[in-house]
Structure formats: C-alpha cells, structure tokens
C-alpha cells in the first residue's frame, strides 16, 4: 500500500493515500470558468513518480533527468506485509535508491553506504528484485531457477498493470499494460498473475524465437550471405569436381591392385603382405582375416 508521495520540489505537494478506493481529483474553486478544467492537474506525473519510485528505467530522456528536476528527489512511503518503507531517488543518480526510513535488517535488501552522503542505498536492480519478492512471489535469487531465462515474469512487468500508463498506450487494451508490448510479455506475465502454468506460453515464445532464426537462416542462404564464409556456388563447384576427379583415380588404383598385393590381417599383429601364423592342412589361416583391397 503507498501512504504518501512527497518531494524536495517546493511547490510539490505531497500525496495522502488511505486504504481502499483513492480518487485523484484536482481542487477547483467556486470562480472557476469551464475552461478551467480539471486537466493537467498532474494526475499523469503522479503515476510516472510512482514508477520511478519502484524501479522503473531512468534513461537520458526521462523527465526525472531534465534540467528542471534533476537535482531534485521524490520520496514513497509504503506499506508492505507489515513493514513501513520510505525511499528516495533523483535523477542526478537514478541506479540508486535511498532508504529514508526503514527497519533495519530486511532480508532481500543489499544496503550499501553512499561514500558522499553517508545515507544508506540499495541498488535499483536489488530494489527491483525485492519488490517482485515482496509483492508477487518471485524468488529473491533467481539463478538455478525457471526465472533464470528470457520471457519469464518481471516485477516491473506485472506491476505496470496496476499503474497503467496513458503515454505508454496502458489503456488501449485490457492484456497489454503498453501499446508496444510484445505477446509472450502480457500471456507470461498475466497467466502468472492469474495463477496459471506461466511456462506454457513461455515454451511457445521460445519455439517462436527458434523459428525465428530458422527463417532468418534460410534467408541468409538465400540472399548467399554465407558466401563470405563458406563460398559461392561457382567458387565451390570446380573444387567439386577436382575432389570427384581424384576420388575416380584412387577407385581405379585400388581396382587394379585387388588380387596383386592382398592384405592380410591376423588378429594382435598389424597388417603385412605375407601370412605369418600357421595354416591347416587344407591351407587356409585359422586366425586371420583376408582382406582383398
């Protein structure tokens, strides 16, 4: 459960969540004209703080990262399974995330100590990793287990259905929490949520991606992009034929050589041209096999 939003911005004012149904509205006042609407209230930032705030990317192009807010910090109060956290994170050092206030020792949580300011971080990947444990079951290491591979449930993923985002197209449909997001993302991520077998679709998309690159590989060949490697056909059809050429030569070798020069091998001794164990009566070896070449 989030309590509160705040931020070191002076005009930001802060955030009061309670349990049950919140309604963010924008206050209006009685002279208020139509044209006074309740849009660009900042109902929309306040979702993408809450992102930001539980782990979501900070690339050069954030709005965290902009001139206006980049030495500015946002703070999250939250509750979860009984423990009160408050966290902090700026745009100035995104990859960290700075416990303001919190009960000491929480399993999952890495806490390092911020050579220039003294306070206290986990790294954002830790957080992330931490969240998904707390929040929806995801094991805290996921080496040696399913999760340990692509296309497999994400915290960031599921929790981006219960803060949709209007930019991102989180409304157009009801499986996809944005518009560009790929099919195996919402079937593994929502069949997780519902309490499916998640790795059904996660067998399929990995025969999808096989086919895939069989696809790509027959177009290779097609378009003779192996050329460089393995040679063109006309490159490699004289080599054909001297291979074949040769082979024709060594066959009428042998052939005439059949009955001239027989091999023969007797067992614990290497080939020789003359039988060297003994015979029997009727001539033949007792322990040798003949081999007529």
Avoid at 45 to 72: K, N, T, Y
Avoid at 117 to 129: A, D, I, K, L, Q
Avoid at 200 to 225: H, V, Y
């Amino acid at each position: 459960m989030i309590i509160a939003i705040e931020s070191s911005i002076s005009t930001f004012k802060t955030v009061q969540f309670h349990r049950g149904l919140n309604i963010v509205l924008a206050d209006t006042h009685p002279s208020s004209t139509d044209k006074q609407t309740r849009n660009s209230a900042g109902k929309t930032s306040l979702v993408d703080i809450i992102h930001f705030l539980l782990g979501s990317d900070c690339d050069q192009d954030s709005l965290f990262r902009s001139a206006r807010l980049l030495e500015h910090s946002f703070y999250c109060t939250f509750e979860i399974e009984g423990d009160v956290f408050k966290v902090g994170r700026s745009g100035a050092d995104p990859s960290k995330i700075f416990l303001i206030d919190s009960k000491p020792g929480i399993d999952g949580l890495s806490v390092r100590l911020d050579k220039n300011t003294g306070r206290e971080y986990v790294s954002n990947t830790n957080w992330r990793v931490f969240l998904g444990h707390r929040m929806f079951g995801l094991p805290l290491s996921l080496r040696g287990t399913p999760y340990d591979e692509s296309f497999t449930p994400t915290f960031r993923s599921m929790f981006s259905y219960f803060a949709r985002r209007r930019d991102a197209g989180g409304f157009i449909r009801a499986e996809q929490q944005a518009e560009k997001q790929q099919r195996w993302d919402w079937q593994v991520n929502l069949s997780y949520l519902l309490g499916l077998d998640w790795q059904i679709p996660f067998e399929f998309q990995r025969i999808r991606t096989r086919e895939r690159t069989l696809d790509e590989l027959r177009k290779a060949a097609k378009s003779g992009a192996f050329g460089e490697m393995l040679g063109t056909v006309a490159e490699l059809r004289p080599q054909v034929t001297i291979a074949e050429t040769k082979t024709r030569k060594l066959r009428e070798q042998l052939s005439r050589s059949r009955y001239s020069n027989p091999i023969v091998i007797c067992h614990g001794e290497r080939p020789s041209l003359k039988p060297r164990c003994k015979r029997s009566r009727n001539g033949r070896c007792r322990c040798m096999k003949r081999l007529n070449i």
